[in-house]
């Protein structure tokens, strides 16, 4: 079984998934952000299940990194529909409503220049947040924002995505995908497959940038994997620390929602 890492750097820590290590590089001690934790800041978990009621996602990427978009090969469905449905399903059965909108076309997401670049550092993929993002939020609306870039990060080699939260200055979290790690879920042995890991890998991003798992939103369950940091101790729960060939495979569409049972339970019953 080939496990691929995913990962997030959250206003706490910069974990490294593949390597089970928890580490903060030097280059990254500068966007500790005790900002956070203010009460005037609405980019914080306690905002996002309590007085915001819509949700939107700006998604940009870079020229020849464009996220896939269109329907499944076999389950026919919209493959964004997969990140549209868990995001349903995080703000289901709050006693109101939150307008959840999530975009599945090219021409609803925003091309940004190719950068020419094999590796990242965290500078500069902020460096496109402040070039790139169009949309802030407030206490009723929040936008977060998924840029897709080629190449990978120069601290963390062969990890799939990052979130970056909690950042002086840089609003909601950002999302990062590098889509050379994506397609390495190549689709030789079935269709569909390098869109299926794309998506959970969206899904578990957005799930770091919401709170989970206990980076923001309570645990109501003892199942965070402490080894690997924010991330659950199921392994069937999109919120593991990796992503594996076999769990991408098993992955049906038409069964979109890839939240184990604890983290869904750690949402439902979060009531800042």
Same mark, same amino acid.
């Given at each position: 079984?080939i496990?691929?890492?995913?990962?997030i750097?959250?206003?706490?820590?910069?974990?490294?998934?593949?390597?089970?290590k928890?580490?903060?590089?030097?280059?990254?001690?500068?966007?500790i952000?005790?900002?956070y934790?203010?009460l005037?800041?609405?980019?914080?978990?306690?905002v996002?299940?309590?007085?915001?009621?819509?949700?939107?996602?700006?998604?940009?990427?870079?020229?020849?990194?464009e996220?896939?978009?269109?329907n499944?090969?076999?389950?026919?469905?919209?493959?964004w529909?997969?990140?549209?449905?868990?995001m349903?399903?995080?703000?289901?059965?709050?006693?109101y409503?939150?307008?959840?909108?999530?975009?599945?076309?090219?021409?609803?997401?925003?091309?940004i220049?190719?950068q020419?670049?094999?590796?990242?550092s965290v500078n500069?993929?902020?460096?496109?947040?402040?070039?790139?993002?169009?949309?802030s939020?407030d206490?009723?609306?929040?936008?977060?924002?998924?840029?897709?870039v080629?190449g990978?990060?120069?601290?963390?080699?062969?990890?799939?995505?990052?979130?970056?939260?909690?950042?002086?200055g840089?609003g909601?979290?950002?999302i990062?995908?590098?889509?050379d790690?994506?397609?390495?879920?190549?689709?030789? +042995?079935?269709?569909?497959? +390098?869109?299926?890991?794309?998506?959970?890998?969206?899904?578990?991003?957005?799930?770091?940038a919401?709170?989970?798992?206990n980076?923001?939103?309570?645990?109501?369950s003892?199942?965070?994997d402490?080894e690997?940091g924010?991330?659950?101790?199921?392994?069937?729960?999109?919120?593991?620390w990796?992503?594996?060939?076999?769990? +991408?495979?098993s992955?049906?569409?038409s069964s979109?929602?890839?939240?184990?049972?604890?983290c869904?339970?750690d949402i439902r019953?979060?009531?800042?």
């Amino acid at each position: 079984m080939i496990f691929r890492a995913l990962i997030i750097l959250s206003f706490f820590s910069f974990i490294n998934c593949e390597t089970g290590k928890s580490e903060l590089p030097p280059a990254i001690l500068g966007y500790i952000a005790l900002d956070y934790l203010i009460l005037t800041d609405p980019d914080r978990s306690s905002v996002y299940f309590s007085t915001v009621r819509s949700l939107d996602l700006e998604v940009a990427y870079e020229t020849d990194a464009e996220p896939f978009t269109g329907n499944f090969t076999i389950a026919g469905s919209n493959i964004w529909n997969v990140t549209d449905s868990n995001m349903q399903d995080v703000f289901a059965d709050r006693g109101y409503s939150v307008a959840v909108t999530v975009p599945s076309d090219l021409s609803e997401m925003n091309e940004i220049p190719n950068q020419n670049r094999s590796t990242w550092s965290v500078n500069q993929l902020l460096d496109l947040v402040s070039k790139y993002r169009k949309r802030s939020s407030d206490y009723q609306s929040t936008s977060f924002f998924i840029v897709y870039v080629r190449g990978e990060l120069a601290d963390a080699p062969g990890v799939i995505a990052v979130t970056i939260s909690g950042v002086l200055g840089i609003g909601p979290p950002v999302i990062f995908v590098f889509k050379d790690m994506i397609e390495q879920f190549d689709s030789i +042995v079935s269709p569909d497959r +390098v869109e299926k890991a794309e998506q959970m890998t969206v899904t578990h991003e957005l799930g770091h940038a919401l709170g989970l798992v206990n980076a923001g939103i309570p645990l109501y369950s003892s199942h965070q994997d402490k080894e690997h940091g924010n991330h659950c101790s199921n392994e069937t729960c999109g919120m593991f620390w990796a992503l594996s060939d076999s769990k +991408v495979e098993s992955f049906s569409p038409s069964s979109p929602l890839i939240f184990g049972q604890e983290c869904r339970d750690d949402i439902r019953n979060y009531n800042p």
